[in-house]
C-alpha cells in the first residue's frame, strides 16, 4: 500500500519570507514523487517532479523540492514568496510505470501568502 | 503544444438526473487519459482511465461510466446523478510512454442538489 501524508493542512506566511510545505509518503520502494498546486477554482498544475538522481530538483516559479528516502520525505520550498503563490498545494506519489496514471494525492495544504 | 479542453466549465444538475462531461486533448497523439474527482475541499482520486480509443479501465464504483470514443477525447457520463457526485472533476492526460506525470485540465465543477 502507499500513501502520501501532508501533516499540514494550512499554512500562513508574511510576503517575502521563505516557506517549507512539508510532505511523508510511504512505499516500500523508491517512488515517483511530484508537487501540483491548484489555484482557486482551476485545475492542478505541476511544479515539479522527482524519478532518480539529485534529491534537490528545481520546479518552476523558483520552488523546489528535496528528497529524502530516510526521512521518507518530499518537502516543497521556496525562498521568498510572493501574494501570487496563495493556492492549495498536493504532494502526490506514483509507484509504479505501468501507464495507469494512478497517482495517490496527499490531503492539500492551503498556502495563504499575507501581503 | 498540448492542450487540455474540458467541458462544460460548471454544473449544475438535479438528483437523478443524466451528466456528460467532456474532455479534448489537442497537440498529442495516443495520449493515455484519465478521470479523477475531487469532492469539495477533499484530495482527488482517480476514477478511469485509457491507454487506448475504446478501452476504458474503471478504478472506483461511483455509479459513473467513462468512454474514449476517438483518440484526443474522454466522455464521463452517468443516467442518473446521486448527491455524492458533486464535486470537481479533473480531466488529464500523459504520453504514452510516461512515468506517470499527468497533465490536467481546469476541470468541471458539478453540483448535484
Known amino acids: 500500500a502507499q500513501s502520501v501524508t501532508q501533516p499540514d493542512a494550512r499554512v500562513t506566511v508574511s510576503e517575502g519570507a521563505s516557506l517549507q510545505l512539508r510532505c511523508k509518503y510511504s512505499?516500500?520502494?523508491?517512488?515517483?514523487l511530484f508537487w501540483y498546486v491548484q489555484y482557486p477554482r482551476q485545475g492542478l498544475q505541476l511544479l515539479l517532479k522527482y524519478y532518480s538522481g539529485d534529491p534537490v530538483v528545481q520546479g518552476v516559479n523558483s520552488f523546489e523540492a528535496e528528497f529524502s528516502k530516510s526521512n521518507s520525505s518530499f518537502h516543497l520550498q521556496k525562498a521568498s514568496v510572493h501574494w501570487s503563490d496563495s493556492a492549495v498545494y498536493f504532494c502526490?506519489?506514483?509507484?509504479?510505470?505501468?501507464?495507469?496514471?494512478?497517482?495517490?494525492f496527499g490531503d492539500g495544504t492551503v498556502l495563504t501568502v499575507k501581503p | 503544444a498540448q492542450t487540455i479542453h474540458q467541458w462544460p466549465v460548471a454544473e449544475i444538475k438535479a438528483v437523478g438526473s443524466p451528466l456528460s462531461l467532456g474532455c479534448t486533448i489537442k497537440g498529442k497523439s495516443s495520449p493515455n487519459l484519465y478521470w479523477y474527482w475531487q469532492a469539495t475541499g477533499g484530495t482527488l482520486q482517480q476514477l478511469f482511465y485509457s491507454i487506448t480509443v475504446g478501452q476504458v479501465e474503471s478504478v472506483v464504483q461511483l455509479n459513473l461510466s467513462a468512454s474514449r470514443p476517438k483518440d484526443d477525447q474522454f466522455i464521463l457520463s452517468t443516467e442518473k446523478l446521486l448527491l455524492s457526485h458533486s464535486g470537481f472533476y479533473l480531466c488529464a492526460w500523459s504520453p504514452a510512454n510516461s512515468q506517470n506525470t499527468l497533465y490536467f485540465g481546469a476541470g468541471t465543477r458539478l453540483s448535484v442538489l
Open positions: 512505499y516500500s520502494a523508491t517512488p515517483y
Open positions: 502526490a506519489l506514483s509507484g509504479d510505470n505501468t501507464n495507469t496514471g494512478k497517482l495517490t
